[in-house]
């Protein structure tokens, strides 16, 4: 099993910024990467980005490009989600799961491990 919890969520105003994180623990040997989802109310969850647990390569949803970015520490088993330029259509829960299969995935339905959430709302 694998438990993650993330943290870091909260209110920002519009152009702000916002670190997330994402604490992975329990039988970690067999994670090929960690992904960043979100759902705001009344959508769908949709993938904000990936990152390869051993290489550290990174993904990202078109609409995120150039504002977030993820990286990883490995000693400590967590990944931060860094947001830049914040906009109000980011306001969603936030969310980090582990996909154990190999390759990147960007469908939710391919991740087994999924954490809470965190909200993040930006204000305009």
């Known amino acids: 099993q694998v438990q993650v919890v993330e943290s870091g969520g909260g209110l920002v105003q519009a152009g702000g910024s916002l670190r997330l994180s994402c604490a992975v623990s329990g039988r970690t040997s067999g994670i090929n990467s960690l992904g960043w989802f979100r759902q705001a109310p009344g959508k769908e969850r949709e993938f904000v980005g990936a990152i390869t647990w051993g290489g550290g390569r990174t993904t990202y949803a078109n609409f995120v490009k150039d504002r977030f970015s993820m990286s990883r520490d490995n000693a400590k088993s967590s990944v931060t989600l860094q947001m830049n330029s914040l906009k109000p259509e980011d306001t969603a829960v936030y969310y980090c799961?582990?996909?154990?299969?190999?390759?990147?995935?960007?469908?939710?339905?391919?991740?087994?491990?999924w954490g809470q959430g965190t909200q993040v709302t930006v204000s305009s």
């Open positions: 799961a582990i996909r154990t299969g190999l390759l990147v995935n960007t469908e939710a339905r391919y991740y087994a491990y």
